[in-house]
């Protein structure tokens, strides 16, 4: 099974950036996809940005153009830059992998993910 440990987060002030990291181990197995998920108090958990299952990557209309996911090189590790950040942003992110066959904006339902890891807390002020 895929184990996935989330990192980075903290305080920021509006406009400031922070980039999370998601280290994964765990058997190699291409039909998981993995993406990033957050959840503010409250509110239920919604997606933020994955790959679909054309491996094209996905994003929240409310992060598009903000925040960026990229992989490491050595394909063991996951990562979401967050520019420009809004106190809308704060929120626990998760990283999370699921098997499926969804495309476009469907992956981004966290329904679809039986992997997660333990959060990373994420405060934007304003």
């Known amino acids: 099974q895929v184990q996935l440990v989330e990192s980075g987060g903290g305080s920021v002030r509006a406009g400031g950036s922070l980039t999370l990291s998601c280290a994964f181990s765990?058997?190699?197995?291409?039909?998981?996809?993995i993406g990033w998920f957050r959840q503010a108090p409250g509110k239920e958990r919604e997606g933020v940005v994955a790959?679909?299952?054309?491996?094209?990557?996905v994003y929240a209309d409310s992060v598009r153009g903000r925040f960026t996911m990229s992989k490491g090189g050595a394909e063991n590790s996951l990562y979401l830059q967050m520019n420009s950040l809004k106190p809308e942003d704060t929120a626990m992110y998760y990283c999370?992998?699921?098997?499926?066959?969804?495309?476009?904006?469907?992956?981004?339902?966290?329904?679809?993910?039986?992997?997660w890891g333990q959060g990373t807390q994420v405060t934007v002020s304003s």
């Open positions: 999370a992998a699921g098997r499926f066959s969804r495309w476009g904006r469907d992956a981004l339902n966290p329904a679809l993910y039986s992997l």
């Open positions: 765990g058997p190699t197995d291409t039909t998981y996809r």
């Open positions: 790959k679909d299952s054309a491996l094209n990557t």
